[in-house]
């Protein structure tokens, strides 16, 4: 017999069906009217990842944040992500929070690792660090253990993702880029904001030569002023606009980000063809390279993360070391070629 029960959805995949609390995205045990299937729909509507949690808890804390404005406002898709990170974290539920430090971190985000490779184990570390310092200010934990737990790195032989651009690729991108698309990679590359940001992005949110929006990630507000050479190319837009928003269609509709993303590859893989610039460059790589600008010209991690909207300053902190980095090889060059000259 063939239950059909409001709320689950139900999944094929790999020969195989499994079935999953629509809202939350919590996996079902059991089948579709047994006894636990139909409790564990049951705790998922109430919004709790386990029964009887008690206060103080792992499971108190997440179970708090799922229910707050917070969490509300992240995007759907956002929102589905960070719940596969708690239904990870669910056998966890009861571990008092006052037992859980930087090694306990660690161990789960090894325990993530093997069981579902570097990217989601760092997400892992992403979330927790989200939660945590939600729960400070609201009571629930002194502090944040995530802060400062490094991410599993990736291996020496993988392929850069998302590298830095030159600044002679960002002027010979923008060249050729026509329209809204040279105006949505000018966005990315002077302000950092990622794409699904520029793509919904307002003429109401530039005021007084500065950007404020509520980023559609995070959900995080974010005040940018705008770079000199980004205001000549909006003063010039803003006389030819045709929509409400900065970056749309031909006939003023907003684009899809598929659709915005085939022109942008479309035009990288011209100009890499005619060797006018070098492979593999994204869209996200322009966020990292404002982030690794804004290290190399001094700002510390707490301004990096606020100019590009991080929730912490973990990123903040890698875009930083690595232009330390750089300081410290050109001034360690600086002297050798110092001590040549005084031999």
């Not at 386990?50 to 929102?79: C, H, K, V």
């Not at 056998?91 to 090894?110: F, S």
């Amino acid at each position: 017999m063939n239950f059909r029960i409001r709320g689950v959805k139900k999944v094929r995949a790999k020969g195989r069906v499994y079935y999953y609390h629509r809202k939350t995205m919590i996996r079902l045990p059991g089948l579709p009217g047994s006894t636990e299937f139909m409790d564990a729909v049951a705790r998922a509507e109430r919004n709790k990842i386990e029964p009887d949690i008690l206060p103080g808890t792992l499971g108190a804390i997440i179970s708090a944040y799922r229910a707050s404005p917070e969490f509300r406002s992240l995007r759907e898709r956002t929102q589905r992500d960070y719940q596969n990170v708690l239904n990870f974290l669910v056998p966890l539920a009861q571990l008092p929070l006052t037992e859980i430090g930087p090694r306990q971190i660690y161990e789960i985000r090894d325990a993530a690792f093997e069981r579902k490779k570097r990217r989601f184990a760092n997400y892992v570390l992403q979330v927790l660090s989200r939660i945590f310092n939600w729960g400070k200010s609201r009571g629930f934990h002194g502090g944040n253990p995530a802060e400062g737990v490094e991410r599993v790195r990736r291996p020496r032989d993988s392929k850069t993702v998302n590298r830095r651009w030159t600044d002679a690729e960002f002027e010979t991108v923008l060249t050729n880029a026509k329209g809204s698309l040279r105006l949505g990679i000018a966005l990315g590359g002077y302000l950092g904001f990622r794409l699904g940001d520029v793509l919904s992005l307002q003429w109401s949110a530039y005021q007084d030569g500065a950007f404020e929006i509520r980023q559609r990630k995070t959900g995080e507000s974010l005040w940018v002023p705008v770079h000199n050479n980004l205001k000549l190319l909006l003063a010039n837009e803003i006389e030819h606009r045709n929509s409400t928003l900065l970056v749309a269609t031909g006939n003023g509709r907003p684009y899809k980000i598929q659709g915005f993303q085939s022109m942008f590859f479309r035009l990288i893989r011209s100009l890499t063809k005619q060797q006018l610039i070098q492979p593999g460059l994204s869209f996200h790589g322009l966020r990292h390279t404002v982030g690794t600008k804004l290290a190399e010209a001094g700002c510390d991690a707490r301004t990096i993360a606020a100019m590009l909207g991080h929730s912490t300053t973990h990123m903040a902190e890698h875009y930083s070391r690595n232009a330390d980095r750089k300081e410290l090889v050109r001034d360690a060059v600086h002297r050798l070629e110092q001590r040549a000259r005084n031999a």
